[in-house]
């Protein structure tokens, strides 16, 4: 199957091209007058590169679209509002997860939820609902009840059960106490794995993604989502490539999988593994981010140690046996130096597997200058600005907040770095994304000038984050993150052109076709068939 995309504005490293032309799924010319068996008319529209989340969670999308949604709650009474109409809206449920509160956004003061105020919402059922950033969160009496959480129960490691002056639960949940609780409710079947799977592709290429670095294989569902991935992809109905940055945290189940998978032919260019990813800390939002020195508003915390750095080391030499890098979620300055710490002793010379620091959000020049030094792979995700701006300097205080989010900076120091969202944390948007790091603005405008203005990138080193450089990331760059001859047909027709438009306009641009592997898998305007 011959395509060719014609009357349309194409970015290549040539330069600009007016069309292309697809055998498949590669590119085989520009602008060269084959003869296609199908056209596409770009109406003189933009073309670049297809986008590349370099993480976020896709079946966390999927199940965000199917469970309760608190992104839009202003304050408690919101959330026990919208949890009685969830209710009755699905009267047959048996549970009720939700996802999606954020406190500081709370019009009455940022006060976190408790127990006393889900069981307003029911009493019979049990009740989970998790913070936005998805390491704390709030269950109800009955959740607490059925998990066996008592006033005598011991935190587990890597997590709190919060409790009230008397020294009883009060239904908060830090990082591992979340799962603790969430255990309660049975496995997600297979079924169930692909129907969310199918709805989160098709919402996130109608933005213009092809390409995901997903965090969403664990050691409870290795077998589950493998086979509804690898199933999609023989028959030709992935509409993404899936890369799983897989998080396994028992040493011999890591073994075990890799060695049944690593080399197995389950894999293709389309889904495959690309890293072995691990928790070092929480999140900024919810204090939990391990820090160096106490939080600037709440002396009394430094945050959580989610994993212990010889553990840490362990898994990622594991990993490495196999050929694979080992990524790791890190926050708070604390993390990142303890991370770059263990990565520092992992890593051959030149880092050729790139691991890398995911986040890495609290950092002073020092840290930004270590993690060029050893050659580490970065994962940011600007979308962050918008709502982090806003708590920085109280969470960590002013001279370390001037040295935080640092885009530029790491990157001028010599460190690859790549973009994504961390969905459904943000919304998987990449327009919105790439606005964050051009303007340093969140996406009401704010602060007119940007937030410190000075690691504001330019619109064709945003585009190479968001393209180029995650394929980097998964050592595929020489086939994928480019349109150039020999690379797979990924791109995105675009509503308007991200180097001409102003700045603050970036973030209302919209994808009107997206193609991955040569296959139109979204098409808004039409464009096929004109």
């Known amino acids: 199957m011959f395509t060719t995309i014609k009357n349309a504005k194409i970015y290549t490293p040539r330069g600009i091209k007016r069309s292309v032309t697809i055998k498949d799924d590669k590119i085989i010319g520009f602008d060269d007058g084959f003869k296609a068996d199908r056209e596409i008319d770009a109406q003189g529209k933009t073309v670049v590169a297809g986008f590349h989340d370099s993480h976020m969670h896709l079946l966390g999308i999927g199940r965000m679209l199917s469970i309760l949604r608190l992104q839009e709650a202003r304050s408690i009474e919101d959330i026990v509002r919208l949890g009685r109409q969830y209710i009755l809206n699905n009267p047959d449920k048996d549970h009720i997860i939700g996802r999606g509160w954020n406190q500081d956004y709370f019009t009455d003061g940022p006060v976190i939820p408790t127990k006393d105020d889900l069981d307003r919402i029911c009493k019979d059922k049990p009740i989970v609902l998790t913070r936005a950033c998805g390491h704390i969160g709030v269950v109800n009496s009955k959740a607490l009840k059925m998990a066996g959480v008592t006033k005598d129960s011991p935190d587990p490691d890597g997590g709190v059960f919060v409790r009230d002056g008397a020294g009883e639960p009060n239904g908060i949940l830090h990082e591992t106490a979340l799962g603790y609780v969430q255990n309660i409710f049975p496995d997600i079947s297979e079924k169930e794995i692909e129907r969310r799977y199918r709805i989160a592709m098709d919402y996130v290429s109608a933005l213009g993604i092809t390409a995901v670095q997903a965090n969403d ?85 430094l945050g959580v140690d989610t994993l212990p750095n010889e553990k840490m080391k362990a898994l990622g030499l594991i990993a490495k046996k ?16 303890q991370t770059i710490g263990v990565l520092a002793v992992i890593n051959d010379a030149g880092n050729p597997l790139r691991s890398g620091l995911i986040h890495h959000q609290i950092t002073d020049l020092e840290l930004l200058k270590k993690t060029a030094q050893h050659r580490l792979h970065v994962f940011y995700q600007p979308i962050f600005l918008h709502y982090d701006m806003h708590i920085l300097e109280d969470r960590v205080g002013g001279e370390l907040a001037a040295t935080s989010y640092a885009f530029k900076t790491q990157m001028e120091l010599g460190a690859t770095t790549s973009y994504g969202t961390d969905a459904p944390i943000e919304e998987p948007n990449p327009l919105e994304c790439l606005y964050c790091a051009v303007t340093r603005k969140d996406l009401k405008g704010y602060p007119p000038k940007g937030f410190m203005p000075s690691e504001k990138v330019t619109v064709a080193q945003a585009l190479r984050n968001y393209t180029e450089s995650s394929a980097y990331a998964i050592r595929m760059e020489d086939r994928l993150g480019r349109l150039e001859i020999g690379h797979y047909a990924d791109l995105v027709i675009l509503s308007d052109d991200p180097y001409e438009v102003e700045p603050d306009k970036i973030k209302d641009i919209k994808a009107m076709l997206t193609m991955m592997n040569g296959k139109v898998t979204f098409d808004k305007a039409g464009l096929m068939e004109a």
């Open 322 to 337: 196999y050929g694979l890098p080992l990524v790791a979620h890190v926050i708070g300055d604390g993390a990142i130096e």
């Open 217 to 301: 294989l664990y050691q409870d569902n290795q077998e589950k989502v493998l086979s509804v991935l690898s199933r999609l992809d023989k028959s030709g109905e992935l509409k993404v490539r899936v890369f799983h940055q897989f998080t396994f945290e028992d040493e011999q189940a890591l073994e075990v999988f890799l060695k049944e998978n690593a080399n197995s032919g389950l894999f293709s260019d389309r889904h495959r593994l690309s890293a072995l990813k691990l928790y070092k800390d929480g999140s900024l939002g919810a204090r939990t981010a391990l820090m160096r020195k106490p939080y600037h508003d709440d002396p009394a915390t």
